[in-house]
């Protein structure tokens, strides 16, 4: 558990958010795609996956599945065949099968890109829906996933138990350019602020850093 000293205040929040985009200034999704269905599939997939492994999948799933038409049309079993290297595969398949016919009976065949929309589809929660608007649109919204959980909550940005929560501190505490912090914090956490093993020496936030537990976790 990741014990708490005491939360960030005003003013580190904004060296906190100059720093963070100045590491990242052009920072953005390392999942490759080309268009809107491809990030929406990518992202789908990366869910509780690695970057790297939806990205070693979607090249073959693209290939036979280039629109949200075939994906509608596609066999659930070819899908799973096509992503089953990726966590949970079954449902993922299902979802996106799902959230294709969705799209073509609900949307004239054309992906939403607001967030009311996109989590009334399958397998597209508020972080899904929140990381496919800031990436394609540079939306000001914040999207919360393991890396910007672990961060906000050593920095002492959020003290809150939930993804849903911590987002909401943050995009409070930051209120703009949200969609380059999300991914400055996602790049952050990924290489650098780690789960386990992280480059304490060498961190450019150690002084904003709250807490004790000597980052294992």
Avoid: W
């Amino acid at each position: 558990m990741i014990k708490m000293i005491k939360q960030t205040n005003k003013q580190e929040i904004i060296e906190i958010k100059q720093k963070l985009l100045e590491l990242y200034p052009d920072s953005t999704t390392e999942l490759n795609y080309t268009n809107i269905y491809e990030l929406i599939v990518a992202v789908m997939l990366s869910a509780q996956c690695t970057d790297k492994r939806v990205n070693i999948i979607t090249p073959e799933f693209f290939k036979k599945y280039p629109n949200v038409k075939n994906l509608a049309n596609a066999n659930i079993d070819d899908i799973k065949s096509l992503i089953n290297t990726c966590s949970f595969f079954n449902n993922k398949a299902e979802n996106l099968h799902k959230m294709a016919n969705q799209v073509i009976d609900e949307f004239e065949g054309n992906i939403p890109l607001n967030q009311k929309d996109l989590i009334k589809l399958a397998g597209v929660g508020q972080k899904t829906a929140n990381v496919v608007m800031l990436e394609f649109t540079g939306a000001n919204v914040m999207a919360v996933d393991t890396h910007v959980f672990r961060v906000a909550h050593r920095l002492g940005l959020s003290k809150e138990k939930t993804a849903i929560k911590t987002e909401y501190d943050l995009t409070k505490k930051f209120k703009s350019d949200l969609h380059k912090l999300h991914q400055a914090m996602v790049l952050f956490g990924r290489y650098h602020c780690k789960a386990i093993n992280p480059m304490c020496e060498t961190c450019q936030l150690k002084e904003y850093c709250k807490s004790n537990a000597r980052f294992k976790v």
